[in-house]
């Protein structure tokens, strides 16, 4: 395909919007995956709307856009502006003058991302917008889309229905035409709340049922399971991606870059960046570990975050949740049991009971 | 006064298997004084202490656990130090006081010019001979080893006041209310061979006041049924309280450590404070490495000749390692006690803790205590035949015997 698709990659959903405006290691990983799924549909230039600072955001952007060669640009909103207006600030990027509608991601969910179904689906029913839907068990914790099944017309959306007026909900996946950019004015505007609804209204709103795993993983704890359903389905499309070996267990993607140690045991569901060293005796499991860590010897981490240039002392133990920020240093023998750690600090005591470390 | 005459007799309280409850689940299958500090049971720092003092003719151990339990262990220690060391079982506690007098026959046997008395559960630098030099000088019936501690911790302990000029013992109470002086005593004394007659005294005073009561009125009736057993004789409240003040008894202050051992926290740091003393009186027990053909040794540890432990490991400080203990590759060890036959895997992290024996640690587990010696939970430890397995933590727990752990626990006593 040779059209040109910009994407957005808006802040956060209504029900995944408790992490806006943290500097969280999650995005690297997540974005990495979503947009080489866009490059693969054609989409050429990527606009990230973000309201943190971006210096820690620009350095691995640029590896990205090495790698995948697609561009990729930011736009910074300097007062919060709700989940559409981010994209009336980047009108500019996102309209080309060409008609093709864009794609806007959100960052807090991780799913499969059938792109080029979702154009098809677009294109076929030729409505204003598309959103990606799916199916929850429990209805009543979300916003519902009432949709007419055969069509995915969309009829209305009911917030934490009390009785059952279906079971699909927004899954934060959008195509939409340029025109919708005409709905929204540059203030705080939910696009779920206050976009869509009118979109649906004038009967030019469709969803798409979303095939495959979706998680929204605005939570720690959900974005390990996340990480976990992603690489669940990667063995099934892409088993060739996944490292093998004796020190291996279970899913693992390690970075061509990094570096593991002797007698290692490695996963399951773990994710390595590049350039990590992980040193001998070492045990991961169930945790992502972003580029430029180093884990000393005989350090044992599960369930957590690692985040960028963080090194974990020898003999360290970091489980349940632990969340370390940029450039942590987490020293020899120190226990860190669901410790959200702020980057650039050093822990120097263990942490025995799940807190935030300031 | 020729050292032909002067023979010294050592007796050590022992205790017996009702007094080591606070010590469970470590006195569950050992004896509390058998129980091994930097290596070596409990009672063998008291002994080896006695076996400097010139002159030494026998040592006795006197408590209310069953011979078999110390026979073994008596007759090694007898052939390893050359002198006679014997277990004397009372049939009942009669206080320290009262075990010693009803022993009187055995440990007046040889004739010994003075008598030095101490409790096991003493951990201290033991200055025996300074001490007994001490005590020739100031003519006395008996000296009592002092230490000065903070105001707050006095009052767990017998608090006496001493003349700063002749040592002499003023006053002397015991567990007081209300601060009355921050030296207390050691519970290491030296007597000469009347403290036998001053303990006989006590006794006959005992048998006039209950024949006393016996014949007067009914509220005395009362209060001798609360009274102690007229054969138990406690040595603070019924012959030091008394004799304070009478020219009897002096102080002699030791500047060392002194901690009791009550519970198995303490013991964890005792065993460290006989490691570090090790360092003076016994570098080559010992252990030294670094990394290259033995084990990083990190500070003052203790291992077993028996024990096996690889190369990748890193051990210490405050680290005491018993026979035939495995340590896996890439273990980490941090002030802790390993008992016999424990098995600790590759990787695993052990911290203020005690391994009890034939326990196993699994793969990239973690055993961990806070390391308060005085709080409950302050370390942790596993009884005999515990299995901590692969990757689990264990923080701040008592774990009894034959237990598996497969789930991570916190603060937690394992019944």
Redesign the interface.
Known sequence: MSRRLPASFGPGTEHGENSRGKDKPSLELLSFHSIEALKEVGVTEVVLAINYQPEVMLNFLKDFESKLDIKITCSQETEPLGTAGPLALARDKLIDGSGEPFFVLNSDVISEYPFAELIKFHKARGGEATIMVTKVDEPSKYGVVVMEEETGKVDRFVEKPKIFVGNKINAGIYLLNPSVLDRISLKPTSIEKEVFPKIAADQKLYAMVLPGFWMDIGQPRDYITGLRLYLDALRKKSPYKLAVGPHIVGNVLLHETAVIGEGCLIGPDVAIGQGCVVESGVRLSRSTVMRGVRIKKHACISSSIIGWHCTVGQWARVENMTILGEDVHVCDEIYSNGGVVLPHKEVKSSILKPEIVM | MGSSEERVVAVIMVGGPTKGTRFRPLSLNIPKPLFPLAGQPMVHHPISACRRIPNLAQIFLIGFYEEKEFALYVSSISNELRVPVRYLKEDKPHGSAGGLYNFRDYIMEDNPSHVVLLNCDVCCSFPLPQMLEAHKGYGGMGTLLVIKVSAEAANQFGELVADPVTNELLHYTEKPETFVSDLINCGVYIFTPNIFTAIEDVFMQRKDRANLRRATSFEALQSAAKALPPDYVRLDQDILSPLAGKKELYTYETLDFWEQIKTPGMSLKCSGLYLSQFRHTSPQLLAAGDGTRSATIIGDVYIHPSAKIHP?A?IGPNVSISANARIG??V?L?SCIILDDVEIK??A?V?HAIIGWKSSIG??S?V?G?GDYNAKLGITILGEAGSVED?V?V??SIVLPNKTLNISV?EEIIL
């Open positions: 990748s890193k590759a890439g980490r941090i590759e990787n992290v911290i793969k990239w973690r961990q806070e990757e933590v923080i701040n916190q």
